[in-house]
């Protein structure tokens, strides 16, 4: 059936990076779209990066020009690099696989990304 | 970007009471509608796609309806495990987005 592995979150200043990882196992990673969603403390989901099984992107637009996703299908592996973070980036981040454009179907249980001084 | 609006955003139910949470989207969006079902502490779970195809292993009292702008999801007779948050997402376009969710808790 699969599983997702997230890793990769802590505590960050204002204006510090972190880069998340998310490690597949279980299925043909190579096969599936991977997104990235997250959730601030206490709110509703937020989508924030896809990677197509083709290598294509797609950001929200808070986070063009400051995150980075990419993927690595020799290591089954799902990447977030998150630069120039912002208080409001303070959410658990979850990776999740989708079959094509349909829905995720498959979520890792997350890693924390807390921006605070 | 696609607004998705659910109603209501906190519902008080009994077990055994059939639930219906209603997720409107502001543009055509198709089918491509998904619900969501998430516990505290817990990722989300997919229950629904493509608006009414039940995702494996999903108990059948979940159905979804609807086309279009207006969508439905139906819990035919409330268990104690579904207390929880329920959330729709279009992926019809990017950035997919998400409603605001509807928390069902015990009346």
């Known amino acids: 059936q699969g599983q997702l592995v997230e890793s990769g979150g802590g505590v960050v200043q204002p204006g510090g990076s972190l880069r998340l990882s998310c490690e597949a196992s279980?299925?043909?990673?190579?096969?599936?779209?991977m997104h990235w969603v997250r959730q601030a403390p206490g709110k509703g989901l937020e989508w924030v990066a896809v990677?197509?099984?083709?290598?294509?992107?797609k950001y929200v637009d808070s986070v063009k020009g400051r995150f980075t996703i990419s993927r690595d299908n020799f290591v089954n592996t799902v990447f977030l690099q998150m630069n120039s973070l912002r208080d409001e980036d303070t959410a658990m981040y979850y990776c999740?696989?989708?079959?094509?454009?349909?829905?995720?179907?498959?979520w890792g249980k997350g890693t924390l990304v807390t921006v605070s001084a | 970007d696609i607004q998705l609006t659910q109603s209501p955003s906190f519902l008080s139910a009994s077990l055994g009471d059939r639930v219906t949470i209603t997720c409107r989207a502001n543009?055509?969006?198709?089918?491509?509608l998904a619900w969501f079902q998430q516990k505290p502490g817990q990722a989300p779970k997919l229950l629904i796609y493509?608006?009414?195809t039940l995702q494996s292993g999903v108990p059948s009292r979940f159905s979804g309806s609807g086309s279009g702008t207006e969508f439905t999801l139906t819990i035919g007779s409330l268990q104690p495990e579904d207390f929880a948050t329920y959330f729709c997402?279009?992926?019809?376009?990017?950035?997919?987005?998400f409603g605001q969710g509807t928390k069902v808790e015990a009346k």
């Open positions: 279980g299925f043909s990673f190579s096969n599936y779209a």
């Open positions: 493509f608006a009414s």
């Open positions: 999740a696989r989708a079959p094509g454009e349909t829905a995720e179907d498959l």
């Open positions: 543009q055509g969006i198709n089918n491509y």
């Open positions: 990677t197509t099984y083709d290598g294509g992107k």
């Open positions: 997402q279009q992926v019809d376009s990017y950035p997919r987005t």
